[in-house]
């Protein structure tokens, strides 16, 4: 699973879109390292996911791939809240090409979580829209996928095929938390009282430094590994951040998108520090020496 948090912090020109997650892909395996957050190609919006890795990436990628193909989307002459709807479509229609193994399998669709969002230039303010299968909006409803004469396979049940986006749930909490029932719902609480005990007109770093403390702390059943964050600005562009993470031997290193970084790779995005919550080293500021913990410590 995964837990992915979308905010805005700040005010009037000051004001940004936050998306951090966890980097834990789980199974028969688990490994710490995988990325959540994506940026598309056009550079002003972002989808992340919560679910099973083994569908939300081929389903990533292909939204990718098909704004990436489409030249009005390129040239941002299609805004992200007209993409939010040819995306939507376009999951459906993968979702449709998958094949089960019986009537009853979900395949893991009804867990599938994704978040999709930036800022509009139409409406003048950053968007961010869950989407996900009408199965999770409907739990009650029995699976029943459609048996496939030739193959002796069997179609997703419509429910599980159909993905909506939801319409109010940003703009109503303040923020957007995916990921396990229970894991989302304590995140939610925590935040609410750190933001009431401390009367912030916005969330801040709240969310940020919540996440952080409890995947040091190991408190997630389902998530692990590094802090992944991005931001999104109003002038419509997305920025990644290398995030300093303790690594198996507890020293602090840089990770860009739950990967640790060689001792001997430079990098060319700002380095945020999630102790004290902010960038320590701005872009551009490239060297060639080993980047040892000590460099690290002492920027």
């Known amino acids: ?38 940026s598309f190609p056009r550079g002003d919006c972002f989808i992340s996911f919560a679910g099973s ?18 030249n009005q989307s390129m040239n941002r002459y299609l805004d992200i809240y007209q993409i939010k709807g040819h995306l939507i479509k376009e999951i459906g229609e993968l979702v449709k090409g998958i094949q ?58 419509p429910l599980l095929a159909q993905f909506v986006a939801d319409k109010k749930y940003f703009a109503k909490s303040g923020s957007i938390i995916t990921g396990t029932k229970d894991e989302a719902r304590d995140l939610r609480k925590l935040i609410a009282i750190r933001n009431e005990k401390n009367n912030r007109a916005d969330l801040g770093d709240y969310p940020l430094e919540i996440l952080r403390d409890g995947l040091l702390n190991n408190s997630f059943e389902t998530t692990g590994g590094p802090l992944q964050y991005m931001r999104i600005f109003k002038h419509a562009m997305t920025e990644v951040n290398a995030v300093l993470w303790p690594n ?20 060319n995005v700002p380095l945020f520090d999630p102790r004290s919550c902010r960038v320590i080293a701005v872009p551009y500021n490239k060297n060639s020496i080993v980047n040892t913990e000590k460099f690290y410590e002492g920027i």
């Not at 198996?248 to 990098?267: Q, Y």
């Open 1 to 38: 699973m995964t837990i992915n948090i979308c905010w805005k912090s700040g005010n009037g020109t000051n004001e940004v879109l936050n998306v951090i997650s966890d980097s834990r892909l789980s199974g028969s395996i688990i490994f710490d390292e995988c990325t959540k957050i994506f």
């Open 53 to 70: 890795t083994e569908l939300a990436y081929t389903i990533i990628h292909q939204a990718i791939n098909t704004v990436a193909s489409n």
């Open 100 to 157: 089960l193994y019986s009537s009853e399998d979900t395949g893991g669709l009804d867990e599938i979580e994704f978040l999709f969002g930036g800022y509009s230039w139409k409406h003048a303010k950053y968007m961010t829209w869950r989407f996900r299968s009408q199965a999770k909006t409907f739990p009650s409803h029995t699976i029943k996928n459609r048996k496939n004469s030739n193959s002796g396979l069997f179609s997703p049940d």
């Open 248 to 267: 198996s031997h507890n020293d602090w290193r840089p990770t860009i998108g739950g990967r640790f970084l060689l001792e001997t790779e430079n990098f």
